[in-house]
C-alpha cells in the first residue's frame, strides 16, 4: 500500500484543519448523490447523518463569520476535526485500509489547524473576519467537493 492510495485521506484532512465540518458535508452530498466511496462505512447511508452533516456544514460556514467564533484549536474544535477527518478518511480510503485512512486524516488535520489558523488571523488582520473567512470557506469548499468527486464513483449503470 502507499501513500498515493490514501492521498484523498491525506487531503481531506488537511480540508478538515480549516473547516472540520466540510469533509462530512461534501461525503454527504456525494451520497446523496448516489456517489460511493472506496471505503465501506454505513454510516454514511443514514439519512439523520447525511442531512445532519449538510446542516452542520452551513452552519459552521454562517458561524465562522460571527465575532464570538472561537479559535479552530479549541478543544471541542480539535475534537470536532478528528471526527470529521477520521470519518471521511475512513470513507476515502481504499476498502480494507479504512483505519489507515481515517488515522492518517486525523494526522494531517491536527497540525494543520493550527497552521491555517495562523493563516487566518494574518488574513483577519488584513482584511477582515467576514472577507478573510469568506475566501477560506471558499477554498475549503471547493477542495473538498474536489477531493471527495475525484474520490467517488458514480452509481453503477444497469
Known amino acids: 500500500m502507499s501513500i498515493r492510495n490514501l492521498l484523498s485521506s491525506a487531503l481531506i484532512g488537511a480540508v478538515a484543519s480549516a473547516r472540520s465540518m466540510t469533509p462530512m458535508a461534501t461525503l454527504a452530498a456525494a451520497r446523496l448523490a448516489d456517489r460511493r466511496t472506496p471505503g465501506e462505512l454505513m454510516l454514511l447511508d443514514r439519512p439523520l447523518f447525511k442531512y445532519g452533516a449538510l446542516a452542520m456544514g452551513v452552519g459552521e460556514l454562517a458561524g465562522d463569520k460571527m465575532k464570538t467564533a472561537p479559535d479552530r484549536t479549541v478543544l471541542l474544535g480539535l475534537l470536532a476535526r478528528m471526527a ?17 485512512g481515517a488515522a492518517l486524516a486525523v494526522a494531517t488535520a491536527i497540525p494543520l489547524a493550527y497552521l491555517t489558523l495562523a493563516g487566518r488571523k494574518q488574513a483577519m488582520a488584513r482584511y477582515g473576519q467576514t472577507r478573510s473567512g469568506l475566501v477560506e470557506d471558499a477554498l475549503m469548499v471547493a477542495a473538498g467537493a474536489a477531493i471527495v468527486a475525484l474520490s467517488t464513483k458514480p452509481p453503477a449503470t444497469l
Open 84 to 100: 470529521s477527518a477520521g470519518i471521511a478518511g475512513a470513507a476515502l480510503a481504499p476498502k480494507g485500509k479504512e483505519g489507515a
